[in-house]
């Protein structure tokens, strides 16, 4: 019985160690395991954290306006376009106090209601102007997305009004070709000196033609980036002297006076082809918009030396809108209204991008009241 006691104590401590030790063991694994849990959660955390601070900078680079709301309607995001169109947010703020448009708070309203996962999309106007609105819901939240499509709308309607412009323009003069030809191909075109005439009159309108094909080949050509300027030192009076000359005749059919005066100490930096094809450009359109009997007046300044040295065309016609002034320069552009007369709207888009590629530019502005007429400056590097 003595022995028995000690015995059953020791079988009692080993058992007692054995379970203690498998303890040990079991708690040192789960220490591990937790080891590795956090590590690959502060991994997680980590790349979570650097993800959004990538996130800030293309937020910022987003033209898009970009909000997101609560279920409330509460404003909780805005990024900077959001914040240039509408202003800092104040507090949590409510959609509609802090947009003051009706249409996005109905969007984002619409947005919590619905079921789709594509969200809605419609067009709203904010200030006037159009723009693209897409609202999309996660969970509670609506992610609101605004994108300006003012710009685009306008396009769209330029290159329409582009192709109604160009259909009208090369309709005219193949109905009056087609007419022409009709006349000479019948016995009145026997008559010698009706031929020479009626051929007369078919060249006019074939130069019409042609001008315009040349001038939609010449902008695709100056666009694309195609043409190259060789600069070189050009007199200025030269220039103007040799563009005027081209134009002659077309002016004096109108009965219009050409003046130059400009000094001949001015020179420009020029490529003498391209010069003269913006200046032409300008000097077709004062013929053009000039009445029978009118003035055109070619001058020159350079008022200080770190100036441009310009070019001035100064015509009698009707002059520009005021309004328009800075837009006729933009391709396929034409004033609404004003005298109809062939034209594609190129000719100062293509004069505009030529003075641009000189480091110069090109303005318009309209003589000083009582007087009418517009006055174009092409403004050249001094040589
Ligand atoms: P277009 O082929 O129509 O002449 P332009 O690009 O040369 O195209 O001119 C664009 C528009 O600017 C013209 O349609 C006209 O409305 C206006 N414009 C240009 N020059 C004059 C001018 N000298 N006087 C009045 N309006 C002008």
Do not use: C
Not at 137 to 145: K, N, Q, Y
Not at 223 to 246: D, F, I, K, N
Not at 349 to 370: K, M
């Amino acid at each position: 019985m003595e022995l028995w006691l000690p015995l059953g104590l020791a079988i009692v401590a080993l058992a007692l160690g054995t379970l203690w030790r498998r303890e040990g063991r079991a708690r040192r694994a789960i220490a591990q395991q937790a080891r590795l849990d956090l590590k690959s959660l502060e991994v997680q955390l980590s790349s979570a954290a650097d993800e959004l601070a990538w996130v800030g900078p293309a937020l910022a680079a987003s033209n898009e306006i970009l909000l997101a709301v609560d279920s409330e309607l509460r404003l909780r995001f805005a990024n900077p376009a959001a914040v240039g169109r509408f202003g800092e947010p104040n507090g949590l703020v409510g959609l509609f106090s802090y947009s003051t448009n009706l249409e996005l708070e109905q969007l984002a309203r619409d947005a919590l209601e619905t079921d789709s996962s594509d969200g809605l999309a419609r067009t709203i106007r904010i200030e006037d102007r159009p723009f693209k609105a897409r609202a999309v819901r996660a969970g509670r939240e609506v992610g609101l997305a605004l994108t300006d499509v003012a710009e685009l709308q306008r396009l769209t309607r330029a290159r329409q009004d582009f192709i109604a412009n160009l259909s009208h323009e090369l309709n005219t003069p193949l109905t009056s070709l087609r007419l022409l030809v009709d006349t000479l191909l019948s016995k009145a075109g026997n008559d010698r000196q009706l031929a020479t005439e009626l051929a007369n009159k078919m060249l006019v309108e074939v130069d019409a033609l042609h001008l315009m094909t040349q001038e939609m080949l010449d902008l695709a050509a100056i666009e694309s980036g195609q043409q190259v300027v060789r600069l070189v030192t050009v007199p200025l009076l030269e220039l103007a002297e040799e563009t005027v000359e081209r134009i002659r005749d077309q002016a004096e059919r109108k009965g219009l006076m050409v003046e130059v005066t400009i000094e001949p100490g001015l020179h420009v930096l020029a490529d003498r082809e391209q010069a003269a094809r913006a200046l032409l450009n300008v000097l077709h359109n004062a013929v053009k918009f000039s009445p029978t009997g009118g003035r055109i007046e070619l001058g020159g300044r350079q008022d200080s030396p770190e100036e441009l040295v310009v070019l001035t065309v100064a015509d009698t016609g009707p002059g520009i809108p005021p309004e328009e002034l800075g837009r006729i320069f933009e391709r396929f552009y034409r004033v609404r209204g004003s005298t109809p007369s062939p034209g594609t709207g190129l000719g100062l888009a293509i004069a505009h991008h030529i003075l641009r590629a000189h480091a110069g530019r090109i303005w318009a502005e309209n003589r000083p009241a009582p007087e009418k007429g517009a006055v174009f400056h092409l403004g050249f590097q001094a040589a």
